[in-house]
């Protein structure tokens, strides 16, 4: 009987001991999946719980196994925990080399059954795209035309699968450049795919914008860059309005030079070139070529117009320009003649004070005439030398009243 009661006591103690302290862990084991080379993933929680009546002391929490160096630890101290009370780590998970990677996690306590391991894993990628060209450039582009389509070539160089969700374009004119071969698609190591990308601008300009693919590559979204120039022609006509002066009628003007010419980026093509309005038979224009008629940029067209009256007082008509200028496809330009007041003609005063004075000769004068001796005509000879100062006759006249005087004398 003692035997047994000493035997059922010492299995009783065995009982009390086993329930005094106990370590449960939560999870048991933990797998991280796949992550980039190089790229952490977040770190997962380990929860330690005392399961028996008596403090539980963690004396330490290790890595080991075949590749510790690939997991980390955090919150990993020592410490002791209550009865039925809890205590957590971390466990982290950054691959240093592409393939599987495992490692152990050791936990060493007071509980009576040893160190708890806890097994952890996960695989190192390479997911890597290669996208060509870098850059997308269309150059200049007219305005509400399509461009040809450039391709980008976006291919899987890495060790594992590449799955794309989407291709699309981004930034301030993004509606200007449309993406072709966009869809979701996995692309196997050193497979490729070809996405196509259009420009329509809708101003003149340069015109941005970048082109976004999201994937599960390790770098995560890719931009290229993609611009081009919105381009358009500029009708010009010089001078405006053509003025052609003041012409008597059934007399033909001086020809005035007249040029039409494109300041754009792009062709002009002029569609139509005719003379209306009021008077257009009055005004012709040499050299009027056939159209259509393509100026390219800074291209030029010389005319000549000229201006017949058919009938007097002011005449006008207008020069009317059809083209593709997407601001002005109808240019118009006054002529006109006869239109102004000409310039003013000298008047009969102007004339008399601007031409020199008769000479008045001492035989033309009565008063002179009727003179004897050297006594008379004083006067007269003052008033004939004022007539030829007046005249312009300075030295002239007075040469001759000199001689006059002394032949008198």
């Known amino acids: 009987m003692l035997a047994v009661a000493g ?3 010492a299995l009783l103690l065995s009982g009390v001991a086993s329930a005094a302290s106990g370590l449960s862990v939560s999870p048991t084991t933990l797998a991280f999946g796949t992550s980039c080379v190089g790229a952490p993933i977040d770190a997962r929680a380990v929860t330690m719980t005392n399961t028996g009546s008596d403090p539980l002391t ?12 690939d997991f980390s630890l955090a919150d990993a101290q020592p410490r002791t925990i209550p009865p039925g009370q809890s205590g957590s780590f971390k466990v982290g998970f950054l691959p240093r080399v592409a393939g599987d990677r495992s490692a152990i996690v050791r936990i060493t306590s007071d509980a009576p059954e040893g160190p708890v391991e806890i097994p952890v ?29 450039l391709a980008l070539s976006i291919t899987s160089i890495g060790g594992d699968p590449v799955r794309i969700t989407g291709v699309a374009a981004a930034g301030t004119n993004r509606s200007e450049f449309t993406v072709r071969g966009s869809g979701a698609q996995t692309l196997d190591s050193g497979e490729d795919a070809i996405v196509t990308v259009a420009f329509r601008p809708g101003a003149v300009g340069r015109r941005t914008a970048t082109i976004t693919i999201d994937s599960d590559a390790c770098v995560g979204r890719m931009t290229i860059a993609v611009e081009g120039n919105g381009t358009a022609p500029d009708i010009k006509v010089n001078p405006s309005p053509i003025d052609l002066g003041h012409v008597a009628v059934g007399t033909r003007s001086r020809g005035v030079p007249v040029v039409i010419s494109n300041g754009g980026r792009a062709p002009l093509r002029i569609t139509r070139i005719i003379v209306e309005g009021d008077a257009p038979a009055d005004f012709r224009f040499e050299s009027l070529p056939s159209t259509p008629k393509v100026l390219g940029p800074a291209g030029e067209l010389p005319l000549t117009a000229t201006f017949t009256p058919g009938q007097d007082g002011p005449r006008t008509a207008i020069l009317r320009v059809e083209s593709d200028d997407p601001d002005t496809p109808v240019m118009t330009i006054e002529l006109r003649g006869n239109v102004g007041t000409p310039s003013p003609s000298p008047s009969a005063s102007e004339t008399a004070s601007a031409s020199p004075a008769p000479t008045r000769s001492a035989a033309a004068t009565p008063s002179e005439e009727g003179r004897t001796g050297s006594g008379g005509g004083a006067g007269d000879w003052f008033a004939v030398a004022v007539v030829l100062l007046a005249g312009g006759g300075t030295f002239g006249g007075l040469f001759a009243i000199a001689r006059r005087r002394s032949v008198e004398d």
């Not at 963690?58 to 160096?69: F, N």
């Not at 890597?128 to 461009?147: H, W, Y």
């Open 7 to 9: 035997a059922g006591c």
């Open 121 to 149: 894993s996960g695989r190192g990628a390479t997911r890597i795209l290669d996208v060509n060209p870098e850059a997308l450039s269309f150059g200049d582009q007219r305005i509400k035309t399509t461009s040809d389509e």
């Open 58 to 69: 963690v004396s330490g929490i290790a890595l080991t196994g075949s590749h510790p160096q």
